[in-house]
């Protein structure tokens, strides 16, 4: 963890809130929008008291937008909210090689690289809202990795734009990194997988399992995945949390513990149908392109995205206090059609980033430390 104390202009602006300096909001911004400290120009317009203002914060944080380091601070997000930095921990467990003989751990950094550079391309060369990251029908691939996919892509190393069938992938949730990150060795994992969304895209915590967890029954490697899983549902003990999270899994099925694309399983036609539940996009979808579109129009998505930048940005949880900062940058996120350039600026413009409460009255920011969505 890196700690930032700041302290905060010694006259408070209403109550026990007191404005950051200059060179607090200077750090503040290199942050959150690049990951390191100011540059000259950032320590020079701090320098000229000239960080005092929205309007000039705003202005600082769109240069700051232009530059490759914004580019390395998105993707640093991208790997703690997705969960893209633990996918070299595959190769701990690996894959079963008696399913899976295609199995390496060197496709691992490609299956890291394809989500990155995708997420890259799409905010900064496409501008892209929020619901295109869900939808698009296109990713980034090499040779090497297009050739895994089985697709016609790139002849050489270098990643580039690879269209890909709109029936079978959709934007980064079918991405073969994450399907493979959330699955087991010897198969898919619908827990997994629907834990991924219910908690890192909508931002729903799942209740924790039960003291005693029943014995799991003898698997019958004949039997689909989803069949397989259908002892949750049954068993009394494991209902309450995995009928929160089996529903939205099973509609992964049709990707294998690799994210492979498979019509079959056991030689039984695969049922990728699922149900999402406690929701705002409530009802019964078939398969993970469907799902991803319904994800891509959905309020509590969009929210989540809000707060994990939050969390991310300003180092700490949300609290009550940053309601109306939330709301603040939620507005503005949906003003510019939920671009992700145009809320990491509308995080600068809250009072949660411009101002601090006092250590005395409680301020849990005194310090801001580097953390994780």
């Excluded at 689909?224 to 068993?235: G, K, L």
């Amino acid at each position: 963890f890196l700690y930032r104390v700041e302290l905060g202009m010694p006259d408070p602006v209403e109550g026990d809130v007191v404005p950051l300096s200059s060179y607090e909001i200077a750090s503040r911004l290199s942050y959150l929008l690049w990951g390191t400290m100011p540059d000259d120009a950032l320590f020079a317009a701090a320098d000229r008291g000239e960080l005092g203002t929205a309007a000039e914060i705003e202005a600082q944080a769109r240069r700051m937008l232009e530059s490759p380091r914004a580019r390395e601070a998105v993707k640093n997000f991208h790997r703690q909210w997705l969960g893209l930095a633990d996918i070299d921990e595959i190769a701990a467990g690996g894959k079963d090689p008696a399913l899976y003989p295609e199995y390496r751990d060197e496709l691992l950094p490609l299956f890291q690289a394809e989500t990155e550079a995708f997420l890259d391309h799409a905010i900064f060369e496409e501008d892209a809202s929020v619901g295109a990251l869900f939808t698009a029908p296109y990713s980034m691939m090499n040779r090497e990795l297009a050739e895994f996919y089985g697709v016609e892509g790139p002849r050489g190393e270098a990643f580039e734009r690879v269209a890909l069938d709109p029936s079978q992938r959709a934007g980064f949730v079918t991405h073969a990194g994450l399907l493979a990150l959330y699955a087991k060795p010897d198969r898919s994992s619908p827990v997994h997988r629907g834990r991924f969304v219910r908690q890192s895209l909508l931002c729903q915590i799942p209740p924790p399992p039960p003291d005693v967890v029943p014995e799991p029954p003898m698997v019958d490697p004949t039997k689909t995945t989803r069949e397989q899983f259908s002892q949750h549902v049954s068993d009394s003990g494991c209902r309450s949390c995995h009928a929160l999270l089996d529903p939205i899994g099973f509609g992964f099925e049709h990707y294998d513990a690799l994210g492979r694309w498979r019509d079959t399983e056991n030689g039984i036609p695969v049922d990728a149908s699922g149900e999402l539940t406690q929701t705002d996009i409530d009802g019964p979808f078939d398969g993970a392109v469907e799902l991803a579109h319904r994800l891509a129009e959905s309020e509590q998505v969009r929210a989540c995205v809000v707060k994990q930048w939050f969390r991310f940005g300003y180092g700490r949880a949300e609290q009550s206090e940053d309601a109306c900062s939330l709301s603040q940058a939620t507005q503005a996120f949906e003003a510019s059609g939920h671009n992700i350039k145009a809320l990491l600026v509308a995080l600068t413009q809250t009072d949660a980033f411009r101002y601090r409460r006092t250590i005395a009255a409680g301020g849990a920011d005194g310090a801001a430390a580097e953390g994780e969505p």
